[in-house]
């Protein structure tokens, strides 16, 4: 099997957490979600398990309550990180962003909660094995979705509330939930490779000391 090289890296450089760009008033129709979701699925497991598990929420009713408990948990957060960021600056503008989602998370026509059966346990490893499972299957997903135009983002604040989200939505026993991940097609595609750092100042060989430097 030979892949296209110039559009996997395309793919994977652009994979951005879109939130100010999510299309609020189109629909995202069922056999796209489901065929992304599908492709969600081939991602590994622990021992095989294949434990992931999806919540997709359409009900309005719910995407309400879903940002009436995501904005009490952090709209007052969010504006402090906000205003201690430098006017101007890259993370004041990520801090706008997600302040925007958290204004308009209702209004996205899709909501999906990814859940993992299982329980963290005390072992070190058994808590990274459980969210190992279902992170990948996250990650294929939301580029499963980028691949068709659709944005989303990873978000967490829903977690503090945990109980609540449980309670709305009849999640059983013993089921975690791993996230929120809002879904809309996106306002352009146009998305850029982000700046990040060098890879061979956070790169290390055979121990921390060590730049990791191509020979």
């Known amino acids: 099997m030979e892949f296209d090289l110039a559009q996997v890296d395309a793919l994977l450089s652009t994979r951005r957490s879109v939130r100010r760009r999510l299309d609020l008033d189109r629909p995202v129709p069922d056999d796209v979600l489901m065929t992304c979701l599908r492709l969600a699925t081939q991602a590994p497991t622990g021992s095989n398990t294949q434990n992931w598990r999806w919540l997709v929420v359409r009900d309005?009713?719910?995407?309400?309550e879903l940002a009436r408990l995501y904005n009490?948990?952090?709209?007052?957060?969010?504006r402090v990180k906000r205003d201690a960021q430098p006017a101007g600056s890259q993370n004041a503008r990520v801090f706008d962003s997600?302040?925007?989602?958290?204004?308009?998370?209702?209004?996205?026509?899709?909501l999906v909660i990814p859940c993992i059966v299982g329980v963290p346990g005390r072992q070190g490893w058994n808590g990274a094995a459980l969210f190992g499972s279902i992170i990948p299957a996250m990650w294929s997903f939301q580029l499963a979705l980028r691949s068709r135009g659709l944005g989303t983002c990873f978000t967490t604040l829903t977690l503090?509330?945990?109980?609540?989200?449980?309670?709305?939505?009849?999640?059983p026993e013993p089921v975690t939930q791993a996230g929120l991940l809002p879904v809309a097609y996106t306002v352009g595609?146009?998305?850029?490779?982000?700046?990040r750092r060098p890879v061979e100042e956070i790169t290390y060989l055979d121990g921390w000391k060590q730049p990791l430097s191509p020979s």
């Open 60 to 64: 309005q009713a719910k995407k309400d």
């Open 72 to 78: 009490e948990i952090g709209a007052d957060y969010l």
């Open 98 to 110: 997600v302040i925007h989602l958290a204004d308009n998370l209702a209004r996205v026509p899709v």
């Open 160 to 171: 503090d509330r945990e109980a609540e989200v449980r309670a709305l939505f009849d999640i």
């Open 189 to 195: 595609t146009d998305f850029k490779v982000a700046a």
